[in-house]
């Protein structure tokens, strides 16, 4: 039977950016269904990192050295393992392009074109792009430089893959990896929550979630946390000001304050605070100019403690305010959860995922589309241009709406330092 993309016989397979638990689900469902339709897969090792570099005489692509081709038995039992077994990378072919017309700028395009030309080297017809937001783009770059090469050239479909712990992904409900970390970290949460209830005390735990509150609410949500706050949470009382977008730690503190306050006034002294790493990126510039950026521009979060400065902070001012001290600690999660082992909801998603991919190339005969999951794993396909700002060519972030039932559920399970001598016994649980 002829099918749509029948023509598509060798497919190369990228995975760039921080890991994420069911990768390797993702990479052999995928490469699975091309074998078993009698077609090859080439896995590239360490995201762009070999790939942009790609020179015909210097720097030739070899097999086990910067790829594998993938065969039946590499994929056995693959499915559940931690890690990425291709390796990721957070290599950027596309650094410098900001806008359509530097497509045409063969300086700022010497990379993407360095990808394109290992791809016609390696004779691959198709494109599988794993990662996030930063590789979603990628991949729409190297579909738009596509379109500006002579009619007679070689063209390599290109299909994305969402991936990102954050889940801050829009075009999908969920993204792999999501409730793996989240899980991973709630349990840590909670062995922190009953060192807390023993030692009455505090901990302030900053998760990963640079762009938006997704993880971090759903760490305190899992891990019974009594506040969370996200960049989404950074308006009135908590900005400069009262305005703007920048976050006055001054008033952070304050609010944490106020939560040991009122949660004192119900015998509670102890509890677990969780904020989103992303809150660091709006403090005043003065506090972060000097700060190393990564490969794509972001402030390098990991270094900046935001935990251990909050506790820190806190601490002072509770002591200043009543005279007297409290125990808080702040600390990083995050890191331990991205090579966890995968939760079976990741599995089964990131396999429709992988699975996707193929449908999306040989059945659809697609190009510059993202693969989507929704319902129950009901695949669907999102276009690169409805993902993608046409002006700048960046991609848009999903944040949590302000609001939505995701929202209020997290703001219901938290401590109320608003109603703290309100609540009626049926709501005065352990907390």
Excluded at 93 to 99: A, E, R, S, V
Excluded at 318 to 343: D, I, M, N, V, W
Excluded at 344 to 358: E, K, P, R
Excluded at 368 to 376: A, I
Aim: some cysteine; glycine content about 8%.
């Amino acid at each position: 039977m002829s099918r749509k993309g029948d023509h598509i016989k060798r497919v190369g397979l990228v995975f760039s950016g921080g890991p994420a638990p069911a990768a390797n689900a993702v990479i052999s469902s995928a490469a699975i269904s091309f074998l078993e339709d009698n077609r090859e897969v080439i896995g590239f090792f360490h995201g762009y990192s070999n790939l942009e570099e790609y020179h015909p005489v210097t720097h030739r692509l070899l097999p086990d050295e910067h790829y594998r081709i993938f065969n039946a038995k590499d994929l056995s039992g693959l499915r559940n393992t931690r890690g990425i077994v291709i390796g990721t990378a957070r290599s950027n072919p596309g650094k410098g392009i900001d806008k359509a017309a530097d497509l045409d700028d063969p300086k700022k395009t010497a990379k993407l074109r360095n990808v394109y030309n290992a791809m016609v080297d390696l004779e691959i017809d198709a494109l599988i792009s794993i990662g996030g937001d930063d590789t979603l783009k990628t991949a729409n770059f190297m579909y738009e430089f596509q379109k500006h090469l002579p009619k007679e050239a070689r063209k390599v479909q290109v299909i994305h893959l969402p991936k990102t712990i954050d889940n801050d992904y829009r075009g999908i409900d969920f993204t792999f990896g999501f409730f793996t970390a989240v899980d991973v970290m709630a349990k840590e949460l909670q062995n922190l929550r009953a060192d807390a209830i023993a030692t009455s005390s505090y901990f302030i735990v900053e998760t990963m979630g640079r762009k938006a509150g997704w993880l971090s609410y759903g760490v305190a949500i899992a891990g019974e946390a009594n506040l969370v706050l996200a960049v989404e949470d950074v308006v009135g009382d908590l900005t400069v000001d009262g305005k703007g977008k920048h976050l006055s730690l001054p008033a952070l503190v304050d609010r944490i304050v106020d939560l040991i306050v009122a949660r004192e006034k119900r015998h509670k002294h102890y509890g677990t605070v969780v904020l989103a790493e992303g809150l660091a990126e709006m403090l005043p510039d003065s506090a972060i100019a000097n700060l190393p950026l990564d490969e794509h521009g972001h402030l390098p979060l990991g270094r900046f403690d935001l935990g251990k400065l909050v506790a820190s902070m806190v601490s002072k001012r509770y002591e200043e305010r009543f005279g007297r001290k409290k125990k808080l600690t702040g600390l990083q999660l995050g890191y331990e959860s991205r090579c966890a082992p995968p939760h079976a909801f990741d599995v089964m998603l990131g396999s429709q995922l992988g699975i996707g991919a193929y449908r999306a190339l040989v059945e659809e005969n697609l190009d510059g589309h993202m693969v989507s999951v929704s319902g129950q794993l009901d695949l669907n396909y999102v276009p690169f241009k409805d993902l993608i700002n046409p002006t700048s060519m960046k991609t848009e972030v999903r944040f949590i709406k302000a609001g939505s039932d995701y929202h209020k559920l997290a703001r219901f399970l938290e401590t109320r330092t608003d109603r703290a001598l309100e609540w009626t016994p049926a709501r005065r649980e352990e907390r």
